[in-house]
């Protein structure tokens, strides 16, 4: 790493990352020209880059990739989680070769490209991972130009001046523009998403492509004629989390972040979601917690996923914090406080739920063997419950895909 007073980019030098600390990491420039200014952090997943790139809870982000060998599969119109790409960038230790899978449509460098997303390869992303997990994930700025230059001061100064994500409400910005029925099942090799495509609105705020899957025609879950409706708070939704909702035999009406509580009892809903999504929980819990308090009131099952956790613990009264550096990736193993079983799971978060602050109605369900933070709750007075990991497997594992179907099973019942 050097230091910010260095202006001239060494030989071969096509991209840059400023940290807001004054540490200046050359590499080389892929994907679009241009700069982006975030909190960079790391995620430890060998696959699924598309889905990472494109999932909303990334907004604001810079991805550091700690494995080595990031986009040489190319990259296609199906592995994606929202209509547009949300990550500001990444960062990653080897060039991206040609593409190398029979799935894939075009290169990962023509992909970013497409969607205004600055890659940067040839950095040592173990040194900058280890950077991350001793001082933070700190606030940087990620720059290519095929010239090679650069303003570095003009960089840095840019990364000291953004406020970090602690205080940022970011949902607003990357949830959808209307209510829309998600009605897509999931994807099968040789067979593609169940349905044909129908796209839902369109997020707000963002920059890319419109080519990613939306809702679907449904198909018939067999042996079930009764459907129930849950309405879906979209805080930034991966689609993979409505897809399997479906799956397990709901039928999905989705919502923007800032809907009220009686433009959700609108629809006449058995149960409620609510969804993943980027920024601080407290500060998007200004106007989602009174509308989540009023779901409650109605006695119906709830179920939340990362910043939908958040949000109910927010709105029964506990509280969040920004973590040191964040869990991101897809081999996080969490414990099930019943009965022991060790779940490996995706993660993608910064901010964590004080255990310490859960009120008694509320019972911790599982827990981070990393560190021993919470990731579940539910409550002892209502049926609701939430989980700070990602059961949708999209990416990673699938040891805890069963919670939609406990979910859609208390909807039934």
């Not at 459907?227 to 897809?243: E, L, M, Q, T």
Request: a negative charge.
């Amino acid at each position: 790493m050097a230091d910010a007073t260095l202006t001239r980019a060494p030989e071969g030098a096509t991209g840059v990352l400023v940290l807001a600390s004054g540490d200046v990491i050359w590499g080389r420039g892929f994907g679009a020209e241009g700069e982006a200014v975030g909190e960079v952090c790391f995620h430890t997943a060998i696959t699924g880059y598309q889905e990472i790139m494109t999932d909303p809870s990334f907004e604001g982000q810079i991805i550091t990739f700690t494995f080595p060998h990031i986009g040489n599969v190319g990259a296609n119109h199906e592995d994606v989680e929202a209509n547009h790409a949300h990550a500001l960038g990444c960062i990653v230790r080897e060039d991206v070769t040609a593409p190398s899978n029979f799935r894939a449509a075009e290169g990962f460098d023509a992909w970013l490209k497409a969607r205004g997303k600055i890659g940067l390869a040839g950095v040592d992303t173990r040194a900058l991972t280890r950077r991350i997990r001793v001082g933070g994930a700190p606030n940087g700025v990620i720059a290519h130009s095929a010239s090679g230059s650069f303003d570095v001061e003009a960089l840095l100064e840019k990364a000291r001046a953004w406020p970090g994500l602690e205080g940022m409400d970011l949902a607003k910005q990357v949830s959808c523009e209307a209510h829309h029925l998600w009605e897509g099942g999931v994807w099968k090799l040789g067979f593609g998403y169940e349905g044909a495509e129908k796209r839902p609105s369109t997020s707000l705020g963002t920059s890319g492509d419109s080519s990613g899957e939306g809702s679907l025609v449904p198909s018939e879950v067999e042996g079930r004629s009764f459907k129930p409706h849950i309405v879906a708070i979209d805080y930034g939704s991966k689609h993979n989390i409505f897809r399997n909702l479906v799956k397990a035999g709901a039928k999905v009406t989705v919502l923007p972040a800032t809907a009220t509580f009686d433009e959700v009892m609108a629809h006449q809903p058995d149960g409620f979601f609510l969804s993943n999504g980027p920024g601080d929980p407290a500060a998007t819990a200004e106007y989602a917690v009174p509308v989540i308090r009023q779901m409650l009131e109605t006695g119906k099952p709830l179920f939340g996923i990362c910043l939908g956790h958040q949000l109910l613990a927010l709105a029964i009264g506990a509280k969040t914090t920004k973590m040191f550096q964040g869990h991101r990736g897809a081999n996080h193993p969490v414990k099930r406080l019943a009965d022991g079983r060790v779940e490996i799971t995706s993660m993608n978060h910064g901010f964590a739920v004080e255990r310490d602050s859960l009120p008694p109605n509320a019972r911790e369900t599982h827990v981070s063997l990393f560190d021993n933070s919470n990731c579940g709750l539910e409550l002892t007075d209502c049926p609701a419950f939430s989980v700070q990991h990602h059961p949708e497997a999209s990416p990673g594992p699938m040891d805890s895909m069963y919670l939609f179907e406990k979910f859609v099973g208390q909807l039934r019942a």
